[in-house]
C-alpha cells in the first residue's frame, strides 16, 4: 500500500484502534507454546499489547498467503519487538513520517520527551532483529525481521513486508 494512499490511512486507523483497545486471548497466547521456544515467548509476552496483537494478525496473513515455513511465522510474530512501550502519539507521528516524510518526526524529536521514542521507532527493525537473535532465533528470522522495511529475503521478504501493511 502506498503511504498516505486511503487505504494506508484506513489501517493506520486500525492499528490507533488496536492500540487502545485490542487484546491477545488467551487462547491465542496459549497456541504459541507449540510453535515458539521459551525465549521467544518471553519476548513476545514483553512487547507492547498492540504490537502482540499485529504480530499475531501478520502471522495469520502470511499463513492466508501460503506461508507456513517456521523462520518466516516468527519473523512475523516479533517483527516489532523493539518498538516497545512506544506511546500512541509518538508512532502516529512516525507513521505520518513514513507517509509524508522526515520532517514530521524531525520537528517532534525536538521535543525531548519525543526524541527517544522517534529514535526507537526508526531503528525497531535492528533492534527487533537483535531481540530476535538473543531469544535464540533463526538466523533466517533474524535477517527478515532486519530487513522488514526493504526485503531482501527471496522467497519470504516481500511476503513478509506486504503481510505487515495488511495486518
Known amino acids: 500500500m502506498k503511504p498516505g494512499s486511503g487505504g494506508w490511512w484506513l489501517g493506520k486507523v486500525r492499528q490507533v484502534g488496536r492500540h487502545v483497545v485490542e487484546r491477545v486471548e ?6 504459541l507454546v507449540a510453535w515458539l521456544t521459551p525465549p521467544q515467548l518471553e519476548l513476545f509476552d514483553r512487547m507492547h499489547r498492540a504490537d502482540r496483537r499485529h504480530g ?11 506461508v507456513m515455513d517456521p523462520d518466516a511465522l516468527v519473523a512475523g510474530l516479533l517483527h516489532d ?9 509518538a ?7 513514513q507517509a509524508y516524510g522526515g520532517s514530521i518526526p524531525g520537528a517532534v524529536s525536538r521535543v525531548p520527551a519525543m526524541r527517544a521514542a522517534q529514535e526507537r521507532l526508526e531503528g525497531h527493525a535492528e533492534s527487533s532483529a537483535r531481540l530476535a537473535e538473543a531469544a535464540g532465533c533463526s538466523r533466517r528470522t533474524v535477517e527478515l525481521i532486519r530487513w522488514q522495511d526493504a526485503p531482501r529475503d527471496p522467497e519470504f521478504g516481500e511476503r513478509l513486508k506486504l503481510a505487515d501493511e495488511r495486518s
Open 56 to 66: 499475531l494478525d501478520v502471522v495469520a496473513a502470511l499463513r492466508d498467503d501460503g
Open 91 to 97: 508512532r502516529v507521528v512516525y507513521s505520518l513520517g
Open 26 to 31: 488467551p487462547t491465542e497466547r496459549a497456541a
Open 81 to 89: 519487538a523493539g518498538k516497545g512501550d512506544t506511546g500512541l502519539v
